[in-house]
């Protein structure tokens, strides 16, 4: 696999995503500094929101450090993968916290300073998603893709980071164990969410660093079986998940009750029957998603098409002729 360094297609489109990076730390550390300042009164939906918002604001400012650091015709090709595919992350991370922190917490606080933050902090927090959207679709503008294989570029690749992504917030949600501890089919379903994303996690890193042209046999096989079995596991979870948690003959809740957390009032915690369909939702979410990723990989086998290595290809730098 070649090591060449590459860079975007001209060093003043590029320039204009590393000037996001102000304003994308400026957003993320109004949006959690106003919720830090809260108190005890920001809740768990906030203490979550906030810890989304300081891993965006940290990630930022390192890799910000890094791009004033060097030059772009010096970075390696695999930071350009990294950095966009965080920026993806990113902008699905902020847009996440916007409309769970607002849905959740923001509609119960009583009017006065405190829910001002909490709306301005919303705000902040769908300003960056913006931002980090722009980024994307910046550098996605930058590269020419005939002459360079991006792997953010692919269809793939968008599918592994949506798969990732929604299964790292059913994780969130499930950090309520009470969920699910008291059935077993209820702990099969936290299995396969786990099961799934491991091996979307694996491949979507040895996409970024261009390691699966070194596995042996095709990996388009692989990714469509990988892709069936995802399908087929989480058709089990699609099915079990609503019906032990809202079947009432189960032991589920089939109405949401009106006392506790799920009070129509400002609350510590979040109501735990919103959690259990929140994860029901987002199961059938990631099942579509899923399902996308097999007839992806499905035609790639039917017509014997792969994206090619990157030194099979030709790369471009601004700074020199075709390598």
Known sequence: MSTQSTSPSGDAKFNVCRFLRLPQLCSTCVAFSLVADMGTLRGAIGNWSMSFWCVCFAMTFIIALVECCRHPSSFPFLWYNISVTYACYAALICLSASIIYSITYVQFVPYGPYRDRAITATAFSCIASVLYVIEVAGIWDCYELKEIFFYVHTRRSLLKVLETF?????????????????????????AVYSICFIPAAVVLLLDLAEWKYMLPGPFSIFQLVLSLLSVLFYISALVLWPLYQFSEELGGQPQRPSDGDCRDKLTYNMCAWDQ?????????ANLLVYVADLGYWARQVSVGTEDQPRDSQEVYSPNSDIL
Do not use: D, K, M, P
């Open 166 to 190: 929604v299964a790292g917030v059913i994780f969130a949600f499930l950090s309520n164990t009470s969920l699910y501890l008291h059935q077993l089919a209820l702990e099969w379903c936290v």
């Open 276 to 284: 259990r369909l929140a994860v029901a939702v987002l199961t059938a």
